[in-house]
């Protein structure tokens, strides 16, 4: 699938040697490696563009070495649609949280995925919206207690956690949807393959791809690192199932022929 394989202890080009400003135990800093390693195993780091979503990722293009650019809250998809149809020899990659993707954003999101724009979408899922304080997301498990959800999350006054590749699942488009997790190190290598697919399928222009990564949010949880992993395993994997829901670049390849 790649060029080259990066070991794994070591600090590949596409990452940048400086202090993180993410809390011990969060996720974003492992997803960030594996993106990187995807980049400089497929060799395309001097032609990718990394959107930045607002919210606790708001400074991820200072840890990769990509091109990158800030959004407006929510409206990462509709700027990756447009840089990718102005520059479409580029990789773009709309890099996003919770609430930016499937509150404000829920609109860009469902539209881009409908057209099948030829991005790769990652969304660090981590029920909480982390940058702001911890409030209650829509992703936010039932009885989820949030500065805002103090009693737990009730589905009967804000509704149920989205599953947001189910929904994406509906649509035509997507040539692929999967759901992952960074919680160990056997999950932290099947996000690794995830990420290299997706980016895979748009350097060979196949379509819109979607990666969902359960993460941990130890701070806004209240919890400690550890217990933040073993969470998202005992809490949040028994509504959001690690699943692959789409992969068909047979089907998108013939598309692209016959056009």
Not at 207 to 223: A, H, K, R
Request: hydrophobic content about 40%; glycine content about 8%; aromatic content about 6%.
């Amino acid at each position: 699938m790649s060029a080259k394989t990066i070991p794994m202890y070591k600090r590949p080009e596409g990452l940048t040697d400086v202090r993180t400003h993410y809390c011990a135990g969060c996720g974003h800093g492992i997803v960030h490696k594996l993106i990187a390693e995807a980049l400089e195993e497929l060799e395309v780091l001097d032609r990718t563009i990394l959107i930045a979503p607002v919210g606790c990722a708001v400074l991820a293009y200072n840890y990769i070495e990509v091109d990158g650019l800030e959004a407006a809250h929510g409206r990462a998809p509709a700027v990756a649609t447009g840089l990718k149809r102005a520059l479409p020899d580029r990789m773009v990659i709309s890099y996003q949280g919770d609430g930016d993707l499937l509150a404000i954003g829920t609109g860009e999101t469902i539209h881009a995925a409908n057209r099948g724009e030829d991005i790769t979408v990652i969304f660090v899922n981590n029920a909480v919206y982390g940058m702001t304080g911890g409030q209650m997301a829509p992703t936010t498990l039932e009885g989820q207690k949030t500065l805002t959800s103090p009693y737990g999350r009730n589905p009967a006054d804000v509704g149920f956690p989205i599953r947001a590749c189910e929904v994406l699942d509906t649509l035509e488009s997507p040539v692929y949807i999967e759901r992952t997790s960074v919680h160990n190190p056997a999950s932290v290598r099947k996000t690794k393959k995830a990420i290299l697919k997706a980016l895979k399928y748009q350097k060979d222009g196949l379509g819109y791809s979607f990666v969902e990564i359960l993460s941990m949010c130890p701070t806004n949880w209240g919890v400690e690192p550890v217990t933040g992993a073993e969470w998202v395993k005992d809490a949040m994997m028994p509504w959001f199932t690690l699943k692959k829901f789409r992969d068909r670049p047979e089907e998108k390849k013939e598309e692209k022929q016959a056009s």
